[in-house]
């Protein structure tokens, strides 16, 4: 005569792991992608595009929503808010935030003529903006601080 053990519980439900280890695992690795990228400013690849710490965090969104998927309890919601957060912020930093802005159609322009300006160059000799004007537009650059 077999008897079954008292232990032995065939419901599939309460042989689910725990959602801890990938709730925070899928935290844990899109932080440690959003602050690597800071890190990593000096590779090219990285600073041109940022795609590889971007995917890493949308890796981590997903092990977070996995750990959601498992048990839906605080844990791995508040992982996947987490995650989610972070990579949103990550995204509109770089790829919003970041795109080129449109050149603006329309240049602040003042004739040279509207106004004197002599300087004294590094020759000792009077320049005057009047004389450049001729040769084309003209851009002044001002330097603060010491020679």
């Known amino acids: 005569m077999s008897t079954a053990p008292a232990n032995t519980n065939t419901d599939s439900s309460a042989r689910?792991?725990?959602?801890?280890p990938l709730a925070l695992g899928g935290a844990a690795m899109t932080i440690a992608a959003g602050v690597s990228f800071m890190f990593l400013l000096e590779v090219p690849f990285i600073r041109n595009s940022g795609m590889p710490n971007f995917a890493l965090m949308v890796l981590g969104c997903l092990l977070a929503i996995a750990a959601l998927g498992r048990r839906p309890r605080w844990p791995g919601a508040f992982a996947t808010l987490l995650s989610a957060g972070f990579t949103g912020l990550f995204g509109y930093g770089i790829y919003l935030h970041g795109l080129p802005q449109p050149a603006n159609a329309t240049i602040a322009s003042s004739s040279p003529t509207q106004f004197e300006l002599e300087l004294i160059d590094s020759d000792d000799k009077p320049?005057?903006?009047?004389?450049?004007?001729a040769k084309g537009p003209i851009l002044l650059v001002f330097?603060?601080?010491?020679w």
Do not use: E, H, K, T
């Open 143 to 146: 330097y603060r601080g010491f």
């Open 127 to 133: 320049v005057r903006l009047r004389d450049y004007a």
């Open 16 to 20: 689910r792991r725990s959602p801890w």
